[in-house]
């Protein structure tokens, strides 16, 4: 996927050893699912697949397309799981290209190829359908999934207490060995350097965080996020620099996160409120910063200092 990923539990040095091959197995597993950088996983076969054809896919494919079209209509299409012809047109995917502003025209072309109400799941039978030219890119969605199926891994061996974090992502149950709860940092988001901004104390759940303060490039003194508006095709242009979302799975905590980034943080709140999730979003401020905590955060961790 890209990244690295840690694991952290309360066993025996023996008991965590002998998970080791299972853990990487469980993460490969989604990998080769879902990368669209192998060219025979499920989403890369789709995506050279023909318009109105079914193309069988693994059933955890099925389950995060279908979580992930769940997303895109509760968000009105911020998240949209079909966006991979802007990412690559930005140069924020597999292919290589040079950092620069596309055309408008070549803008317009990638955004006839977006929109995510022509993927259709047929989770009976684990297939996926287009009807008109799409193509799949569930990188803000299928590493929170990874985390999900390796701490259900953990707790179908009897493990109770332990941290996943892959890319960022996390899910968390139980406590450290002194019964203190897990502490979980969000960092500051500044490109410059990397500090924490607020630390959070942790017990059963997930957390994920999206930004716009790590991936991007600059041209003629303009900054430009790897977080691209589905609606315009460009990327955003708010003073929104991060989002998090604590939920009870990590996959659909890691979709939102990218869908409040999207929307910025007035509309970010009022979906938050209506999905009753726990968000907790840094804005701009001139030099420094502004908080904004949904009534879930306030009500897990009481409003901010």
Same mark, same amino acid.
């Given at each position: 996927?890209?990244?690295?990923?840690?694991?952290?539990?309360?066993?025996?040095? /023996? &008991?965590?050893?002998?998970?080791?091959?299972?853990?990487?197995?469980?993460?490969?597993?989604? =990998?080769?699912?879902? /990368?669209? $950088?192998?060219?025979?996983?499920?989403?890369?076969? %789709?995506?050279?697949? @023909?318009?109105?054809?079914?193309?069988?896919?693994?059933?955890?494919?099925?389950?995060?397309?279908?979580?992930?079209?769940?997303?895109?209509?509760?968000?009105?299409?911020?998240?949209? @799981?079909?966006?991979?012809?802007?990412?690559?047109?930005?140069?924020?995917?597999?292919?290589?290209?040079?950092?620069?502003? @596309?055309?408008? /025209?070549?803008?317009?072309?990638?955004?006839?190829?977006?929109?995510?109400?022509?993927?259709?799941?047929?989770?009976?039978?684990?297939?996926?359908?287009?009807?008109?030219?799409?193509?799949?890119?569930?990188?803000?969605?299928?590493?929170? $999934?990874?985390?999900?199926?390796?701490?259900?891994?953990?707790?179908?061996?009897?493990?109770? =207490?332990?941290?996943?974090?892959?890319?960022?992502?996390?899910?968390?149950? +139980?406590?450290?060995?002194?019964?203190?709860?897990?502490?979980?940092?969000? &960092?500051?988001?500044?490109?410059?350097?990397?500090?924490? $901004?607020?630390?959070?104390?942790?017990?059963?759940?997930?957390?994920?965080? *999206? +930004?716009?303060?790590?991936?991007?490039?600059?041209?003629?003194?303009?900054?430009?996020?790897?977080?691209?508006?589905?609606?315009?095709?460009?990327?955003?242009?708010?003073?929104?620099? *991060?989002?998090?979302?604590? +939920?009870?799975?990590?996959?659909? /905590?890691?979709?939102?996160?990218?869908?409040?980034?999207?929307?910025?943080?007035?509309?970010?709140?009022?979906?938050?409120?209506?999905?009753?999730?726990?968000?907790?979003?840094?804005?701009?401020?001139?030099?420094?910063?502004?908080?904004?905590?949904?009534?879930?955060?306030? *009500?897990? %961790?009481?409003?901010?200092?």
């Amino acid at each position: 996927m890209g990244t690295s990923y840690t694991v952290s539990l309360v066993a025996k040095e /023996s &008991e965590a050893r002998a998970l080791d091959t299972e853990v990487r197995t469980a993460i490969e597993e989604v =990998n080769l699912a879902m /990368s669209t $950088y192998l060219p025979r996983s499920d989403v890369s076969r %789709f995506n050279e697949s @023909p318009v109105d054809g079914w193309i069988a896919v693994s059933p955890m494919t099925a389950e995060v397309v279908s979580l992930a079209l769940e997303v895109a209509e509760a968000s009105n299409g911020a998240f949209d @799981p079909t966006v991979g012809p802007l990412v690559d047109l930005w140069g924020f995917g597999p292919k290589e290209t040079t950092d620069q502003v @596309p055309t408008e /025209s070549d803008i317009e072309a990638a955004l006839a190829m977006v929109g995510w109400q022509a993927i259709e799941v047929d989770s009976t039978a684990n297939k996926l359908r287009k009807s008109a030219p799409r193509q799949l890119d569930l990188s803000a969605i299928a590493k929170g $999934y990874a985390v999900d199926q390796v701490a259900s891994l953990l707790e179908v061996r009897g493990f109770e =207490n332990y941290m996943v974090e892959i890319g960022g992502e996390m899910r968390f149950s +139980g406590s450290k060995p002194d019964n203190m709860p897990w502490r979980v940092a969000i &960092e500051t988001p500044d490109s410059e350097q990397r500090s924490v $901004y607020k630390v959070l104390e942790v017990s059963d759940g997930a957390m994920a965080t *999206s +930004g716009d303060y790590r991936n991007f490039f600059e041209q003629d003194g303009q900054r430009y996020s790897h977080t691209l508006d589905p609606e315009t095709g460009y990327p955003i242009r708010h003073n929104l620099v *991060s989002a998090t979302v604590l +939920g009870e799975r990590s996959v659909l /905590s890691d979709a939102y996160a990218t869908a409040f980034m999207v929307m910025g943080a007035e509309d970010a709140m009022t979906l938050a409120g209506e999905l009753d999730l726990a968000v907790y979003l840094i804005q701009r401020d001139g030099e420094g910063y502004i908080e904004t905590l949904s009534a879930r955060f306030e *009500s897990l %961790f009481g409003q901010s200092d």
